[in-house]
């Protein structure tokens, strides 16, 4: 009997099939990520819940600084004796980073794995908020807490969200749902006191990227590999090669490709883009909002504790929920309608800046806004291949950094110019809701058109071919040549 093929799930979710021979096992210098056995039972469990509770950590130490920012706004502008629109830079330069950062992410993640690159990131974030609590100027402050903080945040979060991707197959919305929970924990978290602790804690990454370990891919037999390979040509010229590595580079870690290929992918990509021009906005200026209007900075401050246990207590249930099967192909939908909500629920701020009024649009917005975060990387990587998972977000990091670069400081120079919240928050609402309306119409189009194409195949003229039913578990990996018969005779049968 002909030796079993591995199947491709097990070659995307990374079980550990067969042991390797002695010579393989040990190879001269310490063991890297790349080439550590990973210990581990099959994916979407075992070792995976450590994976997971390393992961909600990361993000509540990275993706949530720049949310609760807006408890120390107040005290940035009457250290530096700025502008609203000079204050707003440093959230947005530091949200901006933490996208852009995508693509030098991914090359690191593909050099030293993802353990290695979250300790790094860790290392270097830690860094930036202890050099930030002796800033003396708001200049210095764009450096250290927006560029380098921010870049450590991107080299945590990426790599944590990417690797918890490969250990969760079947409970990947659970997974993300309670992976996102961690921005929510973030926001229960004199600012330069609060920066020098802050620095110390998020040394605490290095700790969670220990943990994440990798899972060894299958690697293919010597005869496959043989079969199989192209045959190298000759010497190239020094300009094509460099065209063909830097097409190779954006291919393999920007999915331009991918952009231009996949349509859905695509859509999601300008949807998101647009959406963080007014997402993470009134998160931002909401403390200052309520201060204004002389409401006790403590009370004014209790409205993002508000929101943080929301986020908290809703975002495990929703993971639950979305995981059953009827959501399964409509994730991109429920995702749209509460993004809508969470668009619309921005001018309730315009009714009144009383603290009931606003602890009203807390829970509304806290509400929607579990339901996006628990969606967003589910719904990407349905759209995507999870081969191609960590190249179509660099790709959608660096389109959101520049909506999130512009955002907050145009949202600033409209409070200057105008003297009024309100308008900013009327701002926000539209920019969320209309994005949220382009990705259900465009979806919903996408959907019709494809559904139409497959109910018109077998009207054609000639005759529909039986439909054959293949699972992922009986395709085959390569395809055996002559050579490879008479290597192994057996394998005829």
């Known amino acids: 009997m002909a030796p079993q093929q591995p199947s491709s799930t097990e070659e995307q979710t990374g079980e550990l099939d067969e042991p390797e021979s002695e010579g393989e096992k040990q190879g001269p ?9 990973a210990t581990c039972n ?17 993000l509540a130490l990275t993706l949530a600084f720049p949310a609760c920012i807006g408890i120390f706004y107040l005290d940035l502008q009457e250290e530096f004796d700025a502008s609203n629109s000079e204050t707003s830079w440093v959230p947005s330069i530091m949200t901006s980073v933490l996208h852009a950062g995508g693509p030098l992410c991914s090359v690191l993640v593909e050099r030293f794995g993802c353990r290695a690159t979250v300790m790094f990131g860790g290392v270097l974030s830690g860094l930036g908020m202890v050099v930030s609590s002796f800033s003396h100027s708001i200049a210095h402050l764009y450096i250290t807490t927006g560029v380098i903080t921010g870049l450590g945040f991107c080299f945590s979060f990426q790599p944590a969200v990417t690797i918890l991707g490969h250990y969760f197959v079947r409970r ?7 992976s996102s929970t961690g921005t929510a924990l973030g926001l229960k978290l004199g600012w330069r006191g609060s920066f020098l602790v802050l620095g110390a804690v998020l040394l605490n990454c290095c700790v969670c990227g220990a943990v994440m370990r990798p899972l060894r891919p299958h690697k293919p037999k010597k005869s496959e590999v043989m079969s199989n390979s192209p045959i190298s040509p000759g010497k190239k010229g020094c300009v094509p090669g460099i065209c063909q590595s830097l097409a190779s580079f954006l291919r393999k870690h920007m999915a331009f490709d991918l952009f231009c ?12 883009t647009w959406m963080m021009l007014g997402f993470v906005v009134p998160l931002i200026f909401l403390v200052p909002y309520a201060s204004a209007h002389n409401m006790d900075p ?3 401050a209790l409205l993002l504790s508000i929101l943080g246990f929301v986020n908290i207590f809703v975002r495990p249930p929703a993971g639950v929920l979305f995981s059953l099967s009827w959501f399964k192909g409509r994730h991109i939908y ?4 509460a993004l809508l909500i969470n668009g619309l629920s921005n001018s309730i701020c315009c009714i009144s800046p009383d603290f009931n009024v606003l602890l009203i649009y807390v829970l509304i917005y806290g509400l929607s806004m579990s339901v996006v975060g628990s969606l967003m990387f589910t719904v990407l990587m349905d759209t995507v291949e999870m081969s191609r998972f960590p190249s179509a977000l660099g790709l959608l990091s660096i ?6 670069l512009i955002g907050p400081p145009l949202a600033g120079l409209l409070v200057d110019r105008t003297g009024q919240y309100t308008v900013m928050f009327l701002a926000c609402s539209i920019s969320v809701a209309l994005s949220a309306l382009f990705l259900m119409v465009s ?11 497959k109910n018109s195949l077998p009207a054609s003229g000639s005759p529909a071919k039986p439909a054959i039913n293949m699972s992922t578990d009986c395709q085959y990996s390569s395809v055996p040549t002559d050579g490879d018969k008479t290597n192994n005779p057996s394998s005829e049968a």
Request: hydrophobic content about 50%; glycine content about 8%; overall charge negative.
């Open 298 to 300: 403590s009370r004014a």
């Open 172 to 178: 990947r919305p659970f997974a993300n749902a309670m």
């Open 261 to 272: 290929s996949n349509l859905r992918f695509r859509v999601f990509s300008l949807g998101i």
């Open 42 to 58: 099959a994916p979407d469990g075992g070792w995976g819940w450590v994976v997971l509770v390393a992961t909600i950590l990361v």
């Open 443 to 453: 979806f919903y189009w996408l959907d019709s058109r494809d559904a139409a194409q």
């Open 399 to 404: 389109m959101e950094s520049v909506t999130l």
């Open 29 to 37: 210098g310490p063991p890297s990520d790349q080439d550590h056995p």
């Open 334 to 337: 429920v995702f749209s309608v």
